[in-house]
């Protein structure tokens, strides 16, 4: 477990979608897509981020990388050049800082401009940011691409030319251009086939190390995030749930929302039984969340308490270590994890 | 530009209305030296003539020479058709790119500014304005321009609507792209061909139109030629009926010219999408 400094710290961060009615568009209420989000991310540490669709996974990483504006909330990160808070910042101000932070998206197919050759989409940040003269960007794009395991020969095509995991390389290629601290990876295996998924995912892997790359990993998919992440956070709804470490996270969750969760994960054996542990009931509607703990209608140890007071996040960490719930029964309940992999 | 040539190359169909188009305008630009006759000169005595070896394509109502007619014409058709196309789309690519784009308020007020341009009565207008300034050449083409890029403007604004949500162009602002770099160079490109079509459509209803407000003496005054006012002159029915070499060159000159801007636009477009060298990039 690497936690050597913080790099990212995520205070309080809210996304509220307005919902417009009517002529004159009138706001009718509010979408809480991430309300009230808080953590950190350590340098050189991967994060894991899951949840259900429409969870807030991927709004949370757009707000880090100032894709879309958060409402309100912190976002203390620092950069090479001293403690910067990215929220505050104007776009002008943020430019440079876009060399250290970058993001690696979900779909192969619409990240890459279609009109474009490999090697003008992998020099983009270069030439808008470090503001490169192309020339001088085509041999740093042959190294990119080599780095992640294309052949350099192959710059001139475009996108259409290549496979899906071929063009999650370009991708990969193109946030790494500029040497970045964090990489935000928006569901980055999860449009490609499973043979391609552990490729893509080995290469990720690969590239951390050898860089030092700190990764906030979003993804539904829980057996990827147990394999590359340090750490993970679950959410529901737009807050955290849990936060923890990796194997911990698995072996004893604490918050009856993972536990059902880790129970979704397929299992590759027919003879496993299952059923016990289904979810029920549909995600709460984020424009109009149920009072108290949000889980608590598709909960089974809900009580009164739950319907009426919203938990908050707590550490109920044993030896010294954190494990962040937001439950009422964090410390009671008995949840069944699952076998670390 | 090399790879574009060559993708534009392979439709046939294309390369054929550019040949045709080229042909057209050099004809027109070299009017003077082709034209077996002075245009404009009337003589009375050779009226409605079928064609002969003196005048290829025959003599109009005024005796004048419609060969060379048809060659002064293409200079005022085609002129007005790319001019006010030019025009059009000028105005089109940029207030539907900054509608598209920005969204919000300034494209409330764009496109309601589009809904009245398209809510004037085109003839009338046109009728004010020519009378205001009287007709010509050069008041037609800005008529024809600025009364026809709501258009463009809303084929522009829609597909930068749908283009701004793709997640290439969130990853050109995550990438630290600028709003222009953005528009120009993430988004202008993915909507260019439905723009095209719609120009080289525009060229076409441009040179129909100039032939309507020809002959309701808004356009071209007479007795300069331009094809539209050409087939106006042959409407009468018996010369409809009996003297077909008034109207089928400048008739045929329309259609043919129409035709190939439709099949250069088509060649662009395919030209324009890299997916187009599929076979040529597995090489």
């Known amino acids: ?341 | 530009m090399d790879k574009f040539w060559r993708r534009f190359r392979r439709n046939k169909l294309a390369l054929t209305g550019l040949c045709i188009l080229v042909l057209f305008i050099l004809s027109a630009i070299f009017a003077p030296l082709l034209a077996p006759h002075d245009p404009n000169r009337a003589n009375l005595r050779n009226r409605n003539k079928p064609p002969s070896r003196e005048h290829p394509f025959g003599t109009d109502d005024m005796g004048r020479d419609i060969l060379s007619r048809l060659l002064y014409g293409g200079r005022i058709s085609l002129s007005v058709g790319l001019v006010s196309v030019g025009i059009s789309l000028t105005i089109g690519l940029i207030l539907g790119a900054i509608a598209g784009y920005f969204g919000g308020a300034i494209d409330t007020v764009i496109m309601r500014l589009a809904d009245i341009f398209y809510s004037f009565p085109f003839l009338i207008l046109a009728i004010t304005i020519s009378a205001i300034f009287g007709p010509s050449i050069y008041n037609t083409m800005m008529i024809l321009g600025i009364l026809s890029w709501p258009g463009p403007a809303r084929l522009l604004r829609a597909e930068f609507l749908k283009l701004k949500t793709t997640d290439f162009v969130a990853a050109a602002t995550a990438l630290g792209a600028n709003p222009r770099r953005i528009m120009f160079r993430h988004i202008l490109p993915n909507a260019f061909s439905p723009l095209l079509v719609s120009a080289t459509l525009g060229v076409a209803s441009a040179i129909l139109s100039e032939a309507g407000l020809s002959f309701l003496g808004l356009g071209v005054p007479p007795p300069a030629p331009s094809w539209g006012n050409m087939l106006n002159r042959a409407r009468p029915l018996h010369i409809l009926a009996g003297m077909p070499w008034m109207w089928i060159p400048p008739g045929l000159a329309v259609f043919v010219v129409v035709l190939s801007i439709n099949f250069v636009g088509d060649g662009l477009r395919d030209a324009f999408d890299p997916r187009q060298d599929q076979t040529q990039q597995y090489e």
């Not at chain 1, 020099?123 to 085509?138: D, H, R, S, Y």
């Not at chain 1, 190294?143 to 999650?168: C, D, I, K, T, W």
């Open chain 1, 1 to 341: 477990m690497k936690r050597e400094s913080v790099l990212l710290e995520v205070k309080d961060l809210v996304k509220h979608f307005p919902i417009r009615k009517g002529f004159l568009k009138r706001v009718v209420g509010q979408v809480k897509a991430v309300d009230g989000v808080s953590f950190t991310i350590g340098e050189g540490e991967v994060l894991g981020l899951v949840g259900e669709s429409g969870c807030g996974k991927t709004t949370v990483g757009r707000c880090i990388l100032r894709a879309i504006d958060p409402t309100s909330g912190q976002l203390v990160f620092y950069s090479n050049n001293g403690l910067v808070d990215l929220a505050a910042l104007s776009e002008d101000q943020l430019r440079p800082l876009r060399a250290e932070m970058q993001m690696i998206f979900q779909d192969p197919y619409s990240s890459l401009n279609p009109r474009m050759t490999t090697k003008d989409i992998i020099a983009e940040p270069l030439v808008c940011i470090a503001g490169m003269k192309k020339k001088e960007a085509e041999e740093r794009v042959a190294e990119l691409m080599r780095l992640v395991g294309l052949r350099p020969e192959y710059m001139r095509r475009y996108p259409h030319a290549f496979s899906g995991g071929q063009r999650q390389r370009i991708g990969i290629a193109r946030a790494l251009a500029l040497n970045p601290r964090l990489i935000v990876c928006d569901e980055s295996v999860s449009a490609l086939d499973v043979s391609i998924q552990a490729q893509i995912l080995n290469l990720l892997q690969d590239l951390q190390e050898q860089l030092h790359l700190t990764y906030l990993f979003i993804s539904h998919d829980l057996s990827v995030v147990e394999h590359i992440s340090d750490r993970v956070a679950v959410m529901y709804v737009g807050k955290l749930v849990e936060v923890a470490d990796t194997e911990e996270l698995y072996s004893q969750p604490r918050h009856p929302y993972t536990e059902r969760l880790l129970a979704a994960v397929p299992v590759a054996d027919p003879k496993v039984k299952r059923g016990r542990h289904q979810l029920k009931g549909e995600v709460a509607d984020p424009a109009n969340p149920p009072p108290g703990c949000l889980f608590h209608p598709r909960c089974s140890y809900a009580q009164d308490i739950c319907a009426a007071k919203q938990p908050e996040l707590q550490n109920v960490g044993k030896d010294g270590k954190e494990h962040f719930v937001a439950c009422h029964f964090a410390r009671e309940l008995e949840l069944q994890g699952v076998q670390a992999g």
